[in-house]
């Protein structure tokens, strides 16, 4: 957690290819002064996020109020987690913009924006309770689902297809928080012990990926979004994604999700 006010921004300019950083230099006959966007509270967070546009893959890193909503966007992948591409397997801390992922169905999608913060055991938080881990186990939904155990971030979610819940809702398939599927023994829910990095990925469109042949969601706000930030977080939420206009350009959900306290209800 950051608890000083936000540094200037700095953006970063790479290619998939050379990832080399170039930085603006400031030169003398600079006469205005860079804009400092100001903490709207007392608890913030550093966020990192990088993404692909007409000039290459850009980045950026910016301090934000650490805002739940804001925190579900960067929390789904814990370091080390495979993601299946279109070249095999990449760690999801090695994964850049402009790669092609594979997803759910045979199909890929490409990434365009990947995000990435630090959770920090016994830090402040304005979340309702402490930030998990949850590792699931070789097989936990199935053969080779996934093919090794994998670790993920507090917001990751799961395609599931399961017949309870199609019956119950009316759709092929629902997306469910792997925190609700924890039991101790196929899902295990781990409290990190030290810093912990967790990302999430933003390809162009909804998609289900592949982590180690388990069927994980892309970044997808949701349709509360819209309802739950005033015009000036909205501001603060649409920086964090450079390469899109509006919260509208994430486009259509890829299935509807289910809460934890919905998944009990129902199964």
Request: aromatic share 8%; glycine share 6%.
């Amino acid at each position: 957690m950051i608890y000083t006010p936000p540094a200037h921004s700095r953006i970063h300019s790479r290619t998939p290819e050379s990832r080399t950083v170039s930085t603006p230099l400031w030169t003398a006959r600079r006469t205005s002064r860079p804009v400092v966007s100001r903490p709207l509270t007392r608890l913030n967070r550093r966020f990192e996020f990088e993404w692909l546009d007409d000039r290459g893959v850009q980045s950026d890193v910016r301090t934000a109020p650490a805002l739940p909503v804001f925190e579900q966007a960067f929390g789904a992948f814990a370091h080390g987690v495979l993601v299946q591409t279109a070249e095999g397997p990449v760690a999801v801390e090695d994964l850049v913009p402009g790669m092609v992922l594979d997803c759910a169905g045979g199909g890929t999608s490409r990434l365009l924006w990947k995000g990435a913060i630090t959770l920090v055991p016994g830090a402040p938080s304005l979340a309702d309770q402490p930030d998990r881990l949850y590792r699931v186990m070789p097989d936990a939904f199935g053969l080779a689902r996934p093919v090794q155990d994998q670790t993920f971030g507090p917001h990751a979610r799961r395609f599931d297809r399961d017949a309870k819940l199609r019956a119950s809702l009316g759709t092929d398939a629902v997306l469910v928080p792997l925190a609700a599927l924890a039991d101790g023994t196929t899902v295990i829910e781990v409290t990190p012990v030290s810093a912990t990095r967790v990302y999430h990925l933003a390809c162009e469109s909804h998609e289900t990926i592949l982590a180690a042949g388990l069927e994980v969601e892309s970044y997808h706000p949701g349709p509360e979004a819209p309802y739950s930030l005033s015009e000036e977080m909205m501001q603060h939420f649409m920086a964090f994604f450079p390469h899109l206009r509006s919260i509208r350009d994430f486009g259509k959900m890829l299935a509807p999700r289910i809460a934890a306290d919905e998944l009990s209800a129902l199964i």
